[in-house]
């Protein structure tokens, strides 16, 4: 059966980096698109943008252009999502989804607090 | 960007009730609309793509329609399970875009 399994939450200090995970399983992973998408509190979804493991390609919504960086490693079938030059308002949920947006990880919370 | 205005914001509404959520797209989306029902610390589930076909173990009291560039999510008889938020989500270009959500509750 198809998996997304995100990494822990963080907790992360303003003006740093940080860098999530989402392990696939269960289906081609370098096939298959992988969406990332933020739900920041109390608020509704927003799509950050997706990559193609099989050939790394990207496309990034341009509100995070800059601040969302999207890789894939085909070895170990997991995508990943740095966001960098962190402040309060990256305090979020962060989801992956699979290319057809039908399983979903079950996200990861980035707090930004010194 | 394509806007998606979803509304209502809130639906109050009784167990047995059909209930229908509607979200206008700014621009032509064809067929390529989701609806996605999340539930308080969960994540979004998708519940209908391409406008009107039913998710894989959704029940069939869900549906998805269009008409033009209103694309509607109708719950034929409300079930107790079915309090959520709801969101629909165009794909037909980038930036991919969500309508800001409905809550459904109880009345």
């Known amino acids: 059966q198809v998996q997304l399994q995100q990494s822990g939450t963080e907790l992360v200090k303003p003006a740093s980096s940080v860098k999530i995970s989402c392990k696939a399983s269960?289906?081609?992973?370098?096939?298959?698109?992988m969406h990332w998408i933020r739900q920041q509190p109390g608020n509704g979804l927003e799509w950050i943008g997706w990559i193609y493991p099989g050939n790394g390609n990207t496309k990034y919504n341009q509100k995070f252009d800059g601040k969302a960086t999207l890789t894939a490693d085909k070895s170990s079938s997991t995508a990943y999502m740095q966001l960098s030059s962190l402040t309060s308002e990256d305090s979020a949920v962060y989801f992956c989804?699979?290319?057809?947006?039908?399983?979903w990880g079950q996200g990861v919370m980035v707090t930004v607090s010194s | 960007d394509i806007q998606m205005t979803q509304s209502p914001s809130s639906l109050p509404a009784s167990l047995g009730d059909r209930v229908t959520i509607t979200c206008r797209a700014s621009q032509d989306i064809g067929n390529y609309l989701r609806w996605f029902q999340q539930k308080p610390g969960k994540s979004p589930r998708l519940m209908i793509y391409g406008a009107t076909n039913l998710a894989a173990g959704v029940p069939s009291r869900f549906s998805g329609s269009r008409s033009g560039s209103d694309y509607s999510l109708t719950i034929s008889s409300l079930e107790s399970e079915d309090m959520a938020d709801y969101y629909c989500l165009q794909s037909k270009e980038s930036p991919f875009t969500f309508g800001a959500g409905t809550k459904l509750e109880l009345k």
């Open positions: 989804a699979t290319g057809s947006l039908d399983y």
């Open positions: 269960g289906y081609t992973f370098t096939s298959n698109y």
